[in-house]
């Protein structure tokens, strides 16, 4: 391609305003890994719902919290829907996708609460993927929220974005990326 | 609110936008693209599957009901381009008695036209676009020219594939693709990367920004991005269109004057668009008499079957479409049950994440079993893609929901349950595919749920104004400058991806219109 690094880095940045996170008052750009790293502020999920959400992805794929899924989902959320990278437009879930998720995050944690007394957080390794098992198929008794596995299939597809459909990710998979335009910033 | 003429105006910058922009502009006429989404650029396209989704809609919401999807949002597109920026470039042809299935099988109807109508027109877009593939290797492809370009090469995951085919005494050929495996009029051959799917910046997988959106420009067509149509507008007698009104990105509404009126803008917003149209001559919507508009949507169904070999298969080679063709199966009746045919397209580059990718293909793992299945199914999983024909069934309709956008305009509907047939099909070629992987090889072999592709029907063409909205030309019966471009004019599915024919569609209307001008203009 003609395009110049800087040209390209350029158009990225811009249309991925996207990757634009807050530290200490300060737009900077990050990718979600080092976000999460640095603590930049989050702009939708508050700190109970990205605990469940770090958690949850961690289940789903190891790696995802670090990978900085939370703060993946979060910028996600803050943009307007045309603009969104979450798979959630795929499913044709309607916007405002903060609402899905917010009502996801809390049925999973009050699963947890109501059938092992703990917050999902809090739950050991074993216990929380016994409840992830147990509402991927379907919403169990009792479930308050979005139907249960698409809730499972949509947290576990952003956990996938974060930890495999990244430069590095494919790395670690040792796969060639050979991108026409490698997406800066990882995404 | 502003005013503004033109000879024609297009809704809609995808692919038949952009062939009606391309013969029309050239034919000298003035031409303006209204495309509601943004702006694209091919250097947009950023190689990843994340980023590939703001190719694709997402709002205005598409509300649904019915036993399936129509999958409103990963069908189709927003933005120069269209869908088309973002597809995979599989483009055969329909055959001769997809045309003629109700006189030959007396079933659904029958399409105005047949194959030797439309045929000029494939020849002549594929030479525009610049196909590749095998025309004789293809057995079942109907009478046309020879491909323009070689086919795309075969990695070991096409030849472990054509295997088993060969193993259990099918064909296959060469995938028909509207991908250049050699520098073809200006634009570069394919590297074989699998990036199609984020849209291909260096124009190698045919696109309308590299095709006919270029021509149209040259020849001073306008293209004007976060321009929402929202109404067409009609005279006072109820019997022509006099142009659109429009909101820009500001919500500012304008009206622009036309001789003509395109509407290419994706079959479920051209339905919300002539719904939305209603007035006193027509209460039930523009070019509604026979009541049919937004009726007889239809979807593809589809399968991925999946395969786990020992040896690597360099699944990360080729292009998202796949190496092969299979269309064996392709007789309509007499095998099996279900009545309809069946594609398969064999070896599909996959990538690990995303809908279609390879984390996608097992969402029932999680956690260290996903893990364990990511290290070995990235190096060794096949895969291959089915779709079945569906039946166009009178109760899976398009229409207005009782909420609004934010111009106020209802959102759209879409009702839709898959035919009995095309559910019989579905399952019918699902078990065709596990044992072709079998033969191949294949150690542990699954398939996906029911899938979704193309969106067909709505505006359905036909020889009676009282059976049909439009007439062989796309041209509304109603009203003589009206016509609809894509796929909304089909009025049965086929087995095949439905881009290459609604080009030929487009390219045989936008000469009707531009031969007939004179008739269409008062």
């Given at each position: 391609?003609?395009?110049t690094q800087?040209?390209?880095?350029?158009?990225?940045d811009?249309g991925?305003?996207?990757?634009?996170?807050?530290?200490?008052?300060?737009?900077?750009?990050l990718?979600p890994r080092?976000?999460r790293a640095?603590?930049?502020?989050?702009r939708?999920?508050?700190?109970?719902?990205?605990?469940i959400?770090?958690a949850?992805?961690?289940?789903?794929?190891?790696?995802?919290?670090e990978?900085?899924?939370?703060h993946f989902?979060?910028?996600?959320?803050?943009?307007q829907?045309?603009d969104?990278l979450?798979?959630?437009?795929?499913?044709?879930i309607?916007?405002?996708?903060?609402?899905?998720?917010?009502?996801?995050?809390?049925?999973?944690?009050?699963l947890?609460r109501r059938?092992?007394?703990t917050?999902?957080?809090?739950?050991?390794?074993?216990?929380?993927v016994?409840?992830?098992?147990g509402?991927s198929n379907?919403?169990p008794?009792?479930?308050?929220g979005?139907?249960a596995?698409?809730?499972?299939?949509?947290?576990?597809?952003?956990a996938?974005?974060?930890?495999?459909?990244?430069v590095?990710?494919?790395?670690?998979?040792?796969i060639?990326?050979?991108?026409?335009?490698?997406?800066?910033?990882n995404? | 609110?502003a005013k503004?003429?033109?000879?024609?105006?297009?809704?809609?910058?995808?692919?038949a936008?952009?062939v009606?922009?391309?013969?029309?502009?050239?034919?000298?006429?003035?031409?303006?693209?209204l495309?509601?989404?943004?702006?694209?650029r091919?250097?947009?396209?950023?190689?990843?599957?994340i980023?590939?989704?703001?190719?694709k809609?997402a709002?205005?919401?598409?509300?649904?009901?019915?036993?399936h999807?129509?999958?409103p949002?990963?069908?189709?597109?927003?933005?120069?381009?269209g869908?088309a920026?973002?597809?995979?470039?599989?483009?055969p042809?329909?055959?001769?008695?997809?045309?003629?299935?109700?006189?030959?099988?007396?079933?659904?109807r029958?399409w105005?036209i047949?194959?030797?109508d439309?045929?000029?027109?494939?020849?002549?877009v594929?030479?525009d676009?610049?196909?590749?593939?095998d025309?004789?290797?293809?057995?079942?492809?109907?009478p046309?020219?020879?491909?323009?370009?070689?086919?795309?090469?075969?990695?070991?995951?096409?030849?472990?594939?054509?295997r088993?085919?060969?193993?259990m005494d099918m064909?296959?050929a060469p995938?028909?693709l509207?991908i250049?495996?050699?520098?073809?009029?200006g634009r570069?051959?394919?590297?074989?990367?699998?990036?199609?799917d984020?849209?291909?910046?260096t124009?190698?997988?045919?696109?309308?920004?590299?095709?006919?959106?270029?021509?149209a420009?040259?020849?001073?067509?306008?293209l004007q991005?976060?321009?929402?149509?929202?109404?067409?507008?009609?005279?006072?007698?109820g019997?022509?269109?006099?142009?659109?009104?429009?909101?820009d990105a500001?919500g500012?509404?304008?009206?622009?004057r036309a001789?003509?009126?395109v509407?290419?803008?994706?079959?479920?917003?051209n339905?919300?668009?002539?719904?939305?149209?209603a007035g006193?001559k027509a209460?039930?919507?523009?070019a509604?008499?026979?009541?049919?508009?937004?009726?007889?949507?239809?979807?593809?169904p589809?399968?991925?079957?999946f395969?786990?070999?020992d040896?690597e298969?360099q699944?990360?080679m080729?292009?998202?479409?796949?190496?092969?063709?299979?269309?064996?199966?392709w007789?309509?009746?007499?095998?099996?049950?279900a009545?309809?045919?069946?594609?398969?397209?064999?070896?599909?580059?996959?990538?690990p994440?995303?809908?279609l990718?390879?984390?996608?293909?097992?969402?029932d793992l999680?956690?260290?079993?996903?893990?364990r299945?990511?290290?070995?199914?990235?190096k060794?999983m096949a895969?291959?893609?089915?779709?079945?024909?569906?039946?166009?069934q009178?109760?899976?309709?398009?229409?207005?929901?009782e909420r609004?956008d934010q111009?106020?305009?209802?959102l759209?509907h879409?009702?839709?349950t898959?035919?009995?047939?095309?559910?019989?099909l579905?399952?019918?070629?699902?078990?065709?595919?596990?044992?072709?992987?079998?033969?191949?090889?294949?150690?542990?072999?699954?398939?996906?749920p029911?899938?979704?592709?193309?969106?067909?029907?709505?505006?359905v063409?036909?020889?009676?104004?009282q059976s049909?909205?439009?007439?062989a030309?796309?041209?509304?019966?109603d009203m003589?400058?009206?016509?609809?471009?894509?796929?909304?004019v089909?009025?049965?599915?086929?087995?095949?991806?439905?881009?290459y024919?609604?080009?030929?569609?487009?390219l045989?209307s936008?000469?009707?219109m531009?031969d007939?001008w004179?008739?269409?203009?008062?």
């Amino acid at each position: 391609m003609a395009l110049t690094q800087s040209r390209r880095s350029f158009l990225h940045d811009a249309g991925l305003g996207l990757l634009t996170f807050s530290l200490a008052g300060t737009q900077v750009l990050l990718t979600p890994r080092q976000a999460r790293a640095r603590s930049a502020d989050l702009r939708v999920l508050d700190a109970s719902e990205v605990g469940i959400l770090e958690a949850l992805g961690e289940v789903l794929v190891p790696g995802a919290a670090e990978a900085g899924i939370a703060h993946f989902v979060d910028q996600q959320l803050s943009v307007q829907p045309n603009d969104c990278l979450l798979m959630a437009r795929y499913m044709n879930i309607e916007p405002p996708y903060a609402d899905f998720y917010r009502a996801g995050l809390q049925a999973v944690d009050e699963l947890a609460r109501r059938l092992r007394d703990t917050p999902f957080p809090e739950l050991d390794e074993v216990a929380a993927v016994d409840i992830v098992r147990g509402f991927s198929n379907s919403s169990p008794e009792g479930w308050q929220g979005p139907p249960a596995p698409l809730v499972y299939f949509l947290l576990r597809s952003d956990a996938v974005d974060v930890v495999y459909g990244t430069v590095e990710g494919f790395a670690k998979m040792n796969i060639p990326y050979m991108p026409h335009i490698l997406p800066p910033r990882n995404w | 609110m502003a005013k503004d003429q033109v000879d024609v105006v297009i809704v809609g910058a995808g692919a038949a936008g952009s062939v009606y922009a391309a013969v029309l502009a050239e034919s000298g006429k003035s031409v303006r693209v209204l495309e509601g989404g943004p702006p694209r650029r091919l250097d947009d396209l950023y190689s990843s599957q994340i980023w590939a989704r703001r190719l694709k809609w997402a709002t205005p919401h598409v509300a649904e009901s019915g036993e399936h999807s129509v999958w409103p949002n990963f069908n189709s597109g927003a933005g120069f381009g269209g869908a088309a920026i973002h597809h995979y470039g599989v483009w055969p042809r329909l055959h001769e008695d997809d045309f003629k299935i109700h006189s030959r099988y007396g079933r659904a109807r029958d399409w105005p036209i047949e194959y030797k109508d439309l045929q000029p027109y494939y020849d002549r877009v594929q030479e525009d676009v610049g196909i590749s593939g095998d025309a004789e290797a293809e057995i079942w492809r109907p009478p046309g020219a020879a491909y323009p370009l070689p086919p795309v090469p075969v990695f070991p995951h096409g030849e472990t594939l054509a295997r088993g085919f060969a193993a259990m005494d099918m064909q296959v050929a060469p995938l028909p693709l509207a991908i250049l495996t050699r520098p073809y009029k200006g634009r570069a051959a394919c590297i074989y990367d699998g990036w199609c799917d984020a849209g291909c910046p260096t124009g190698a997988l045919a696109n309308p920004l590299v095709v006919y959106l270029p021509r149209a420009t040259q020849a001073g067509a306008e293209l004007q991005a976060d321009s929402h149509v929202t109404r067409v507008l009609s005279n006072r007698q109820g019997d022509r269109v006099t142009g659109v009104e429009y909101a820009d990105a500001a919500g500012e509404l304008h009206e622009l004057r036309a001789e003509v009126v395109v509407l290419a803008a994706f079959n479920i917003e051209n339905v919300r668009l002539l719904l939305n149209s209603a007035g006193d001559k027509a209460p039930d919507g523009l070019a509604n008499s026979s009541g049919l508009v937004g009726h007889y949507v239809m979807c593809h169904p589809s399968v991925m079957v999946f395969g786990l070999f020992d040896e690597e298969l360099q699944n990360h080679m080729g292009v998202t479409a796949g190496q092969f063709l299979n269309q064996d199966k392709w007789q309509k009746n007499g095998q099996g049950e279900a009545f309809g045919s069946r594609q398969w397209a064999i070896a599909q580059a996959v990538k690990p994440n995303d809908f279609l990718g390879i984390a996608m293909s097992r969402a029932d793992l999680f956690h260290k079993d996903l893990q364990r299945f990511m290290e070995r199914a990235v190096k060794s999983m096949a895969v291959m893609t089915a779709i079945t024909e569906d039946q166009p069934q009178r109760s899976n309709r398009i229409r207005l929901a009782e909420r609004r956008d934010q111009y106020n305009m209802p959102l759209a509907h879409v009702h839709y349950t898959t035919s009995a047939d095309g559910l019989l099909l579905w399952k019918d070629v699902a078990k065709d595919g596990k044992a072709v992987m079998a033969a191949a090889g294949a150690g542990e072999i699954w398939n996906g749920p029911q899938g979704g592709q193309h969106i067909m029907g709505g505006t359905v063409m036909g020889d009676d104004r009282q059976s049909s909205v439009t007439n062989a030309f796309a041209q509304t019966h109603d009203m003589e400058n009206l016509f609809i471009g894509g796929t909304g004019v089909f009025p049965t599915s086929s087995a095949v991806n439905p881009t290459y024919t609604l080009h030929a569609l487009a390219l045989r209307s936008a000469e009707y219109m531009r031969d007939n001008w004179a008739s269409l203009v008062r």
